[in-house]
Every structure is written in structure tokens, then in C-alpha cells.
């Protein structure tokens, strides 16, 4: 384990995108290792004691705070919050103001969560501590597509090549579904976009994935269908009539459901729709990994957040 | 006692005459002449212009110099100290300055500070639409009587075809040519960069070039009707290109201009979300940057205009979202236009020039770009094999918003001459 961590160089985690496929099995080798041991002995682990990170959330998101709060915690560090609620694009906090907020606290760390897609690599390149991108407009959400395709190969087994993976929904304006190509690409699976043509371009072929916009034959063979959150008000009001045509059309429900395999599983980033893009009845169902999701995320970042320091700060190995 | 000007063995071009050859150029009192008499070539400031070229000072029908109102960006005094470095003697600006110039006080205000303030020749241009607003008409013809040479809601587009339609119907009346900035707003909303793999890639708002089509097209439609000259400013897509293409070939009254950055950059530069790369138009694809370029070469496109849009270090540095749109460009025009048209071997000097030059002065009407005996001496002289590095902190507009900061570029402009008077001299602003 020691060997993978001093492989990794890293000090920012900014994309799915720059990874290499070995940097992505290293998070996931880490992962699998914090899990093991938070199994057995659910006492903090004490590598981080002493260290601040600061979670910045420039746009507000619960669930992902949260997870890295905990997996912060879990690793023994101190966290420091620091939320604004309000839109930057409209209020005018610059990356300059949010650079110097996170040098006068003296935080050790940075998770950035910000409206602007470009955000933590900007910050990233005049900070000298790790920058923890936790979802970046519609760029990226890399912890998410680790914490993915973590759970997919504990379902699938740990080679996903060849593996069907089908993402339906909101493809244009996510974030999540971008990580998750990058990632699924990166790990040998075939990745197949599904929805209204109006959110998943055809110009996404161009990324090395399928566009199949007839859901059936999108469903079928699929190994894994994962369901993207719907947000009609957010963005898409133009792109497609009305939540109620959206559930028509692409919601899963219990018959479209049949035309996957019989061990596919369903997974959703959170927070679902219930009974728009997905039933819940199929949220609740043992297909649904859902949970198993949300618990993956904490290893997964406690793995990153652990390689990012460790990189900026060889000392953390040896303690 | 008169100056004379005596410019030694030079390659003059002068596009507009046809002439391209090594020889001397004259000017008395700030005009051009045929010769000088043996006591005036005594009495002459000789420049040796050997190894140089000399041309007409260069037309840049699109600047903006931010004066008045947000003279923290440029002023009229920087912007034209830009564009003689960049060798420019003529310079048109657009109106969208704060206040923008809809009414007839604010040119006045503007002419006189070109009056006071100005090392080059500048001339205004005044907005189609009261505050820009694309509602109601602007005072055109009072406009026209305080000097403007063309009607623009540069930076915004008349987005009601009823309006667009009676304000060229209406500037046509004042033999004032439409410029038009073409963009459907409805189409744009929040889009920060081209719509295409890059952004699909980056997560960032898309621009399609449908925006800029579909307004093109409008626009064809209406000069056809009318018989108006509209004028498309910065053309950035393949189609567009092609649309003003074959309604040239009808005989439609349209004209369009290249910028250097549409010429020289494509959207990938994008990539690493600096906001130096964005721009209104976006940067667009690889096919698209051919695609103008070829419309520079078949004579689509027959003008190089800079829209110089000058920002401040600390507007631009944020998100690329938040960032404003625009670069400036007049003191690197001429050697990325070299790079791109001469310096690769797609067209000659003269052709360049040309673009620059009298073709340029010739779209607004403008008295320069030639060295046609009578002329006004305007003058400059350039190597166009000389490696530069750009480097912004040393550029004489106030803003240095440079995508090719860092860049080796071949073209160095040698001197710039005004009537007579040279305000560039290779290395420093001498004009008072
Ligand atoms: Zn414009």
C-alpha cells in the first residue's frame, strides 16, 4: 500500500480526465484498504491529526459536504466550512476572493464545490496545498465517478472491460456524467448515453461513447443503468416540455426495467426524483446500489484527500 | 517653412496603385508627392528604409477605445498610442461607450477628444439604436452631422428584424453603412465559448454558430431588399462565411472583416479555461478558423479589422464564466496576420496589405490606405521577417488582454507616420 501511495504525485485532484488508468486503481486500491479497516475497527484513523481542510462550497450541495466532512474526519483532520449559498456568477466572488480566503484560514487541504467549471484548476495553480475538486459546474465530479466505478467493480467485478454502461438523462449540463465517461472509458467499458436528443448531443460521440437514444435498445445488454437527477427549473427548461413528458418517455419504472438483464444494477448520484427519472419502487429494490454508493464515496475520498496530501507532504507517509 | 519627407529605397506597396517595387517615397506638408526638387531632397528628413517595407499606414475599422466612461480600460490618448505601435494611422471606434454614442453630444465629446488627444487619425461611428437597446432608432442623421462614418450596435446586435430592417433603411437615406455585430441573443443566452467538442468537454456554456448565421443570413436579406451596405464585423463561422459568399456572387451589398484571432486561434485553446481566449464571437472550430481564412483569400472576407477590446488584468482574471469577452489587438495584428496569410505562404505582401490598408478605408469611405500622389501622408514602414516576442507589458494601450502574450511572431513594425510625422519610431511613441 505504501508503494502505491508514494507512486502517486498528485498534489490536486481536478478531473477524471488527467488520471491515468493506474492513478484510478490506486484510489480504488486505497479505498478498498480504508474500507476493510473501517469494517473491522470504525475508530477514526489517525493520519490526518492536526490537519485543516477546508470545505468550500461556493455552490451548495448537502451530500457531497458531507461525505467529505466525514471523510475527512475519518482520517482525523479538522474541518473548516465555508458555504456560500448565493450564485458567485451573480454576486461577484471572484476566484482571487476565494484563494485568499483559503490562505488567510490556513487550511492545509481545499475541497472546492463552485458553479464555474474551470474553478479548482485555477485555484489549484496558485495554491501551493491540495485542491480536492468536488464538482465543478458541468466539468466534473471526479470523487463521484471514483466512488462509481468503485461500486461498479464490487459489483461487477474488478474488470469492467467490455462491461455495458448505459447513463440516461441530463448528459449535456452534468457534471457527473462527464466524470463518469472519463473514468469508464479509462477502465475499458463501453459507455452508452441515452435520453431527449436535446441533452445528449450527438457531438458526445466524439468523447468515445455511444448515443442511443431509443431507451430500449439502450437498456438492453446493459450491465449497469445509471440515472442522472432530472432538474427541469435548473438549465434545462428549453432542452425538453416538462417533467411529466421527461417521466413519459425515459422515467425507469418497473416495466422498462424488465428489459434489462436480470443482474443489472440501477445507480443515481443522489438525490432522486422519486417517480420522475426513476420509480421507487426500482430506488428501493435490490438492483438499486444506491446506498452502497453513498457509503463507497466516504472510502473513496478519504483515499484522495489521503494521496493529494501525502503528495504535497511526503512526511504523512512516514507517520 | 515646409517638412519634407523623403523615404529611401524601400519595397513600397501600395495595393490601391499596384505598386510593389524597391524606390523612394516623397511627402511635402504632410502630403504625398510625386518628386521633390534638388533643394527640397537637400532639405528632406531623410528615413533610410532599406530592407523595409513601406506601405500605407494601416485601417483598422473596428477598435474599441473605451472613451468615455471606462477609461480605467483605454482611452482615446492609449488607444491610438496602441495603434500607431501596431502601425495603424486610421482607426474607426465603435460606440458602445458609457454613455454610448446615440446622441450628438457624446461624438462631439468624442471628436474632441480625438481633436486633443489622438496621435492617429480616428473616426467615429454611432450606434443604430437609442442606448443600444435594439428598440428605437438613433438620431442617425444627426449623427452623421457631427462626423460618424458608419452605425453599429457593435457588442450587441438589433435583435427585432422590424427594427434592423427600418434602421438600414434608414442609414441607406445618409449613404451610412451598417455595421452589424451578428448574434442571436436567444441563442447565446450564458454561452461563454463555442458550442462543439470543447465545450462539451469543458462543461462551459456552447455558443453555436447558428447565432451568427442565422443573423448573417437576416442581414443578406435585408441589403438585398434594400440595396444597403451591411457590413458583417468579426465573422467567425464556415457557413457565415459562405452565406456573405454567395450573396456577393448576387451582387448583394455586403462586406465582411476577419479578426487575427479568428485567423489564429481556435476553440481548444479553451481548454485550460484561461479567460485571455474569450471572445465575442468564440473562438470556434479548426474548420471554422479555414474556413475564414479562405474568406480572406477569395476576397469574402475583404478586410482585417482587430476589434480591439481592451480589459483589465482583474476583470479578466476570474472565472471564464464571469470574464468579460474580448482581447485587444492592434500592436499584434500585423504580425499574426503575417503568420497566418504570409509567413505560411497562402497569399503575397501586397494581398495582405491590401486587407489592411485601402480595402479597409474603402468599406467606410474613408480618406486613407493609399500613397497615391495627393494623398495624406500616412505612412508605415515594417520588416516583416523580424522575430518578436510578444510581451503585453510593454504595449502602449492600457489593457494587456493578449492571447499570444509570450508568442514569437515575425513583424516588426519600423516606423509609423502621420501626415508627415512620424509617431512610432521602432522603439518609442514620439509624437507630443
Ligand atoms: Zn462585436
Given at each position: 500500500?505504501?508503494e502505491?501511495?508514494?507512486?502517486?504525485?498528485?498534489?490536486?485532484?481536478?478531473?477524471?480526465?488527467?488520471?491515468?488508468?493506474?492513478?484510478?486503481?490506486?484510489?480504488h486500491?486505497?479505498?478498498?484498504?480504508?474500507?476493510?479497516?473501517?469494517?473491522?475497527?470504525?475508530?477514526?484513523?489517525?493520519?490526518?491529526?492536526?490537519?485543516?481542510?477546508?470545505?468550500?462550497?461556493?455552490?451548495?450541495?448537502?451530500r457531497?459536504?458531507?461525505?467529505?466532512?466525514?471523510?475527512?474526519?475519518?482520517?482525523?483532520?479538522?474541518?473548516?466550512?465555508?458555504?456560500?449559498?448565493?450564485?458567485?456568477?451573480?454576486?461577484?466572488?471572484?476566484?482571487?476572493?476565494?484563494?485568499?480566503v483559503?490562505?488567510?484560514l490556513?487550511?492545509?487541504?481545499?475541497?472546492?464545490?463552485?458553479?464555474?467549471?474551470?474553478?479548482?484548476?485555477?485555484?489549484?495553480?496558485?495554491?501551493?496545498?491540495?485542491?480536492?475538486?468536488?464538482?465543478?459546474?458541468?466539468?466534473?465530479?471526479?470523487?463521484?465517478?471514483?466512488?462509481?466505478?468503485?461500486?461498479?467493480?464490487?459489483?461487477?467485478?474488478?474488470?469492467?472491460?467490455?462491461?455495458?454502461?448505459?447513463?440516461?438523462?441530463?448528459?449535456?449540463?452534468?457534471?457527473?456524467?462527464?466524470?463518469?465517461?472519463?473514468?469508464?472509458?479509462?477502465?475499458?467499458?463501453?459507455v452508452?448515453?441515452?435520453?431527449?436528443?436535446?441533452?445528449?448531443?450527438?457531438?458526445?460521440?466524439?468523447?468515445?461513447?455511444?448515443?442511443?437514444?431509443?431507451?430500449?435498445?439502450?437498456?438492453?445488454?446493459?450491465?449497469?443503468?445509471?440515472?442522472?437527477?432530472?432538474?427541469?427549473?435548473?438549465?434545462?427548461?428549453?432542452?425538453?416540455?416538462?417533467?411529466?413528458?421527461y417521466?413519459?418517455?425515459?422515467?425507469?419504472?418497473?416495466e422498462?426495467?424488465?428489459?434489462?438483464?436480470p443482474?443489472?444494477?440501477?445507480?443515481?448520484?443522489?438525490?432522486?426524483n422519486?417517480?420522475?427519472?426513476?420509480?421507487?419502487?426500482?430506488?428501493?429494490?435490490?438492483?438499486?446500489?444506491?446506498?452502497?454508493?453513498?457509503?463507497?464515496?466516504i472510502?473513496?475520498?478519504m483515499?484522495?484527500?489521503?494521496?493529494?496530501?501525502?503528495?504535497?507532504?511526503?512526511?504523512?507517509?512516514?507517520e | 517653412?515646409?517638412?519634407?519627407?523623403?523615404?529611401?529605397?524601400?519595397?513600397?506597396?501600395d495595393?490601391?496603385?499596384?505598386?510593389?517595387?524597391?524606390?523612394?517615397?516623397?511627402a511635402?506638408?504632410g502630403?504625398?508627392?510625386?518628386?521633390?526638387?534638388?533643394?527640397?531632397?537637400?532639405?528632406?528628413?531623410?528615413i533610410?528604409?532599406?530592407?523595409?517595407?513601406?506601405?500605407p499606414?494601416?485601417?483598422?475599422?473596428?477598435?474599441?477605445?473605451?472613451?468615455?466612461?471606462?477609461?480605467?480600460?483605454?482611452?482615446?490618448?492609449?488607444?491610438?498610442?496602441?495603434?500607431?505601435?501596431g502601425?495603424?494611422?486610421?482607426?474607426?471606434?465603435?460606440?458602445?461607450?458609457?454613455?454610448v454614442?446615440?446622441?450628438?453630444?457624446?461624438i462631439?465629446?468624442?471628436?474632441?477628444?480625438?481633436?486633443?488627444?489622438?496621435?492617429?487619425?480616428?473616426?467615429?461611428?454611432?450606434?443604430?439604436?437609442?442606448?443600444?437597446?435594439?428598440?428605437?432608432?438613433?438620431?442617425?442623421?444627426?449623427?452623421?452631422?457631427?462626423?460618424?462614418?458608419?452605425?453599429?450596435?457593435?457588442?450587441?446586435?438589433?435583435?427585432?428584424?422590424?427594427?434592423?430592417?427600418?434602421a438600414v433603411?434608414?442609414?441607406?437615406?445618409?449613404?451610412?453603412?451598417?455595421?452589424?455585430?451578428?448574434?442571436?441573443?436567444?441563442?447565446?443566452?450564458?454561452?461563454v465559448?463555442?458550442?462543439?467538442?470543447?465545450s462539451?468537454?469543458?462543461?462551459?456554456?456552447?455558443?453555436?454558430?447558428?447565432?451568427?448565421?442565422?443573423?448573417?443570413?437576416?442581414?443578406?436579406?435585408?441589403?438585398?431588399?434594400?440595396?444597403?451596405?451591411?457590413?458583417?464585423?468579426?465573422?467567425?463561422?464556415?457557413?457565415?462565411?459562405?452565406?456573405?459568399?454567395?450573396?456577393?456572387?448576387r451582387?448583394?451589398?455586403?462586406?465582411?472583416?476577419?479578426?487575427?484571432?479568428?485567423?489564429?486561434?481556435?476553440d481548444?485553446c479553451?481548454?485550460?479555461?484561461?479567460?485571455v481566449?474569450?471572445?465575442?464571437?468564440?473562438?470556434?472550430?479548426?474548420?471554422?478558423?479555414?474556413?475564414?481564412?479562405?474568406?480572406?483569400?477569395?476576397?469574402?472576407?475583404?478586410?482585417?479589422a482587430?476589434?480591439?477590446?481592451?480589459?483589465?488584468?482583474?476583470?479578466?482574471?476570474?472565472?471564464?464564466d464571469?470574464?468579460?469577452?474580448?482581447?485587444?489587438?492592434?500592436?499584434?495584428?500585423?504580425?499574426?496576420s503575417?503568420?497566418v496569410?504570409?509567413?505560411?505562404?497562402?497569399?503575397?505582401?501586397?494581398?495582405?496589405i491590401?486587407?489592411?490598408t485601402?480595402?479597409?478605408?474603402?468599406?467606410?469611405?474613408?480618406?486613407?490606405?493609399?500613397?497615391?500622389?495627393?494623398?495624406?501622408?500616412?505612412?508605415?514602414?515594417?520588416d516583416?521577417?523580424?522575430?518578436?516576442?510578444?510581451?503585453?507589458?510593454?504595449?502602449?494601450?492600457?489593457?494587456?488582454?493578449?492571447?499570444?502574450?509570450?508568442?514569437?511572431?515575425?513583424g516588426?513594425?519600423?516606423?509609423?507616420?502621420?501626415?508627415?510625422?512620424?509617431?512610432?519610431?521602432?522603439?518609442?511613441i514620439?509624437?507630443?
Amino acid at each position: 500500500m505504501n508503494e502505491l501511495i508514494a507512486n502517486w504525485t498528485r498534489k490536486d485532484l481536478i478531473s477524471i480526465e488527467s488520471l491515468t488508468r493506474e492513478e484510478i486503481d490506486t484510489v480504488h486500491a486505497l479505498a478498498k484498504h480504508f474500507k476493510e479497516i473501517m469494517a473491522t475497527n470504525p475508530a477514526s484513523l489517525p493520519s490526518l491529526r492536526g490537519r485543516t481542510i477546508l470545505n468550500l462550497f461556493i455552490e451548495p450541495s448537502t451530500r457531497t459536504r458531507i461525505a467529505f466532512e466525514i471523510a475527512a474526519k475519518r482520517l482525523g483532520a479538522d474541518v473548516t466550512l465555508v458555504e456560500q449559498a448565493a450564485s458567485s456568477l451573480t454576486k461577484g466572488e471572484s476566484l482571487r476572493d476565494t484563494a485568499q480566503v483559503v490562505e488567510a484560514l490556513q487550511a492545509d487541504t481545499v475541497v472546492l464545490r463552485h458553479s464555474a467549471a474551470g474553478s479548482p484548476l485555477y485555484l489549484s495553480k496558485i495554491l501551493n496545498v491540495p485542491v480536492i475538486n468536488a464538482g465543478d459546474g458541468a466539468h466534473e465530479h471526479p470523487t463521484q465517478a471514483l466512488l462509481d466505478t468503485f461500486t461498479m467493480r464490487e459489483k461487477l467485478g474488478q474488470s469492467l472491460e467490455g462491461k455495458k454502461i448505459t447513463i440516461l438523462g441530463d448528459i449535456l449540463f452534468s457534471r457527473v456524467a462527464r466524470s463518469n465517461i472519463f473514468a469508464l472509458n479509462k477502465l475499458g467499458a463501453s459507455v452508452t448515453l441515452s435520453g431527449p436528443a436535446t441533452l445528449v448531443p450527438d457531438g458526445f460521440r466524439q468523447l468515445g461513447v455511444e448515443v442511443d437514444l431509443d431507451l430500449k435498445s439502450a437498456l438492453a445488454d446493459a450491465d449497469v443503468v445509471m440515472l442522472l437527477r432530472i432538474q427541469h427549473e435548473r438549465q434545462t427548461s428549453t432542452h425538453f416540455p416538462s417533467l411529466g413528458e421527461y417521466k413519459s418517455l425515459y422515467g425507469l419504472n418497473q416495466e422498462r426495467a424488465s428489459w434489462l438483464k436480470p443482474d443489472a444494477i440501477i445507480m443515481h448520484p443522489g438525490p432522486v426524483n422519486r417517480g420522475v427519472e426513476l420509480d421507487s419502487s426500482l430506488a428501493d429494490s435490490n438492483r438499486s446500489v444506491i446506498l452502497q454508493q453513498v457509503a463507497n464515496g466516504i472510502f473513496n475520498r478519504m483515499a484522495v484527500i489521503y494521496l493529494c496530501m501525502a503528495a504535497n507532504n511526503k512526511n504523512l507517509i512516514s507517520e | 517653412m515646409s517638412s519634407i519627407l523623403w523615404i529611401k529605397n524601400g519595397r513600397v506597396i501600395d495595393p490601391a496603385n499596384k505598386r510593389d517595387g524597391t524606390g523612394d517615397l516623397y511627402a511635402r506638408d504632410g502630403v504625398i508627392v510625386d518628386s521633390l526638387s534638388e533643394s527640397e531632397l537637400k532639405a528632406a528628413e531623410v528615413i533610410d528604409a532599406q530592407g523595409a517595407v513601406v506601405c500605407p499606414g494601416l485601417v483598422d475599422i473596428h477598435v474599441h477605445l473605451r472613451e468615455p466612461g471606462q477609461t480605467h480600460k483605454e482611452d482615446i490618448a492609449s488607444g491610438t498610442r496602441a495603434a500607431a505601435a501596431g502601425g495603424f494611422t486610421t482607426i474607426v471606434c465603435m460606440p458602445n461607450t458609457s454613455p454610448v454614442g446615440d446622441n450628438p453630444g457624446t461624438i462631439r465629446r468624442i471628436n474632441d477628444s480625438i481633436t486633443r488627444n489622438a496621435i492617429v487619425n480616428v473616426y467615429p461611428t454611432g450606434c443604430l439604436t437609442v442606448e443600444m437597446k435594439g428598440e428605437q432608432l438613433a438620431p442617425i442623421g444627426s449623427l452623421k452631422n457631427e462626423g460618424i462614418v458608419a452605425v453599429t450596435d457593435d457588442g450587441l446586435c438589433v435583435q427585432n428584424n422590424e427594427i434592423m430592417r427600418r434602421a438600414v433603411e434608414y442609414a441607406r437615406m445618409f449613404d451610412l453603412p451598417v455595421m452589424d455585430h451578428c448574434q442571436d441573443a436567444s441563442m447565446t443566452q450564458g454561452a461563454v465559448m463555442n458550442e462543439g467538442y470543447w465545450s462539451l468537454k469543458l462543461g462551459l456554456k456552447g455558443w453555436p454558430s447558428a447565432a451568427e448565421d442565422l443573423i448573417i443570413a437576416r442581414n443578406v436579406v435585408f441589403s438585398r431588399q434594400f440595396d444597403a451596405h451591411i457590413h458583417m464585423q468579426h465573422v467567425s463561422s464556415a457557413y457565415g462565411v459562405d452565406i456573405i459568399r454567395r450573396a456577393k456572387k448576387r451582387g448583394i451589398r455586403v462586406s465582411g472583416e476577419a479578426t487575427p484571432h479568428h485567423m489564429y486561434f481556435t476553440d481548444e485553446c479553451c481548454k485550460d479555461y484561461d479567460p485571455v481566449f474569450k471572445m465575442n464571437p468564440p473562438l470556434r472550430t479548426e474548420e471554422d478558423r479555414q474556413a475564414v481564412i479562405e474568406g480572406v483569400l477569395d476576397g469574402t472576407l475583404e478586410v482585417i479589422a482587430t476589434d480591439h477590446a481592451p480589459h483589465t488584468a482583474d476583470e479578466k482574471d476570474n472565472e471564464f464564466d464571469i470574464a468579460p469577452f474580448g482581447i485587444i489587438g492592434l500592436e499584434t495584428a500585423l504580425a499574426a496576420s503575417l503568420e497566418v496569410l504570409v509567413h505560411s505562404g497562402r497569399c503575397d505582401l501586397s494581398f495582405l496589405i491590401a486587407r489592411m490598408t485601402h480595402m479597409a478605408a474603402e468599406i467606410l469611405n474613408l480618406p486613407a490606405g493609399t500613397l497615391s500622389t495627393g494623398a495624406k501622408a500616412d505612412i508605415t514602414l515594417f520588416d516583416p521577417d523580424a522575430e518578436i516576442v510578444v510581451d503585453p507589458d510593454q504595449f502602449h494601450g492600457k489593457s494587456t488582454n493578449c492571447p499570444w502574450n509570450g508568442k514569437r511572431l515575425k513583424g516588426k513594425v519600423l516606423r509609423t507616420i502621420v501626415a508627415g510625422k512620424t509617431v512610432w519610431d521602432g522603439n518609442q511613441i514620439t509624437a507630443q
